[in-house]
C-alpha cells in the first residue's frame, strides 16, 4: 500500500488478556520501528527492526511485550496479560534508509479496563 | 531520563503572527534533530530536519534553528495558520542509539483565526 498500515485503529481489552497489534510497512521499506504514546507523555521507543539484523529490543518495557517480523515486512507487536497501564496508542512506523523518511501509521489506541 | 523535553505543553497564537516551538535536549551525542507534526488520530508526519553540522534550516513557512552550545533548537512557523494547529514533536538521534528517534513529549500549537 501506499502508507503505513496498522490493525485494529482500536482495542478494548481486559485485564490479563493477551493482544496482538498488527503493523504492514510501506513495501520495500527495510526498517521498522514500534513507538506508543501514553496520555500526555511523548512517543517512548519500544523496538526496532532493520533488515535481517537482530532487532533492538531495548525499549520493550517487560517481557510481557515482545515483536516479530515476519519475512521483512509485516510486524506483530504482542503484549501478554496486559495491565491497564498498558493502555496507550502503539504506532508503527517503516523507513528506506534515511531517518526523514520515518512514515508513521495511524497508530492503534489500546484500552484496557 | 528525558533526553528531549518540550517544556511547553501547549502554545496559543493568533493567525498571520509567528509561532516558536522550542526544545532541549541532554545528550551531546545527538547529531539530527526533526520535527513532526501529528494530528488527532493520524499518526506524526515529518516537517523538518537539521543537521548538526547546521545552525539553520528552512523549508517555506517553517524554519529550525539549532544551538549546539545550548543544546536548544527551535521551530519558527511564520505566518502561522490555522490549519497548524497540531501537536508537534521534537526529535533527535546519533550516537548510541543510531536511526532511533527519541521523541520530546509535544507541544500543542493552537492557531487562533
Known amino acids: 500500500g501506499a502508507g503505513v498500515s496498522q490493525s485494529p485503529s482500536n482495542k478494548v481489552t481486559e485485564k490479563g488478556k493477551d493482544v496482538e497489534l498488527r503493523c504492514d510497512p510501506i513495501?520495500?521499506?527495510?526498517?521498522l520501528y514500534w513507538y506508543r504514546q501514553s496520555l500526555g507523555q511523548g512517543l517512548e521507543f519500544l523496538i526496532y527492526?532493520?533488515?535481517?539484523?537482530?532487532?533492538?529490543k531495548s525499549g520493550l518495557p517487560s517481557d510481557r511485550f515482545s515483536a516479530e517480523r515476519t519475512g521483512g515486512s509485516v510486524s506483530t507487536l504482542t503484549i501478554q496479560r496486559t495491565q491497564q497501564e498498558d493502555s496507550a496508542v502503539y504506532l508503527c512506523?517503516?523507513?528506506?534508509?534515511?531517518?526523514?523518511?520515518?512514515?508513521f501509521g495511524s497508530g492503534t489506541r489500546l484500552t484496557v479496563v | 531520563d528525558q533526553q528531549v523535553k518540550q517544556n511547553s505543553p501547549s502554545l496559543s497564537v493568533q493567525e498571520g503572527r509567528i509561532s516558536i516551538l522550542n526544545c532541549d535536549y541532554t545528550?551531546?551525542?545527538?547529531?539530527?534533530f526533526l520535527w513532526y507534526k501529528k494530528y488527532p488520530a493520524e499518526g506524526p508526519t515529518f516537517l523538518i530536519s537539521?543537521?548538526?553540522?547546521?545552525d539553520k534550516n528552512e523549508d517555506g513557512r517553517f524554519t529550525v534553528f539549532l544551538n549546539k552550545s545550548a543544546k536548544h533548537l527551535s521551530l519558527h512557523i511564520v505566518p502561522s495558520q490555522p490549519g497548524d494547529s497540531a501537536v508537534y514533536f521534537c526529535?533527535?538521534?546519533?550516537?548510541?542509539?543510531?536511526?532511533?528517534?527519541?521523541f520530546g513529549e509535544g507541544t500543542q500549537l493552537t492557531v487562533n483565526p
Open positions: 545528550n551531546s551525542m545527538f547529531d539530527y
Open positions: 513495501s520495500g521499506h527495510t526498517a
Open positions: 527492526f532493520q533488515g535481517n539484523s537482530a532487532p533492538d
Open positions: 512506523a517503516s523507513s528506506l534508509r534515511e531517518i526523514y523518511g520515518y512514515t
Open positions: 537539521i543537521s548538526s553540522i547546521k
Open positions: 526529535a533527535a538521534s546519533g550516537g548510541t542509539s543510531g536511526s532511533r528517534l527519541t
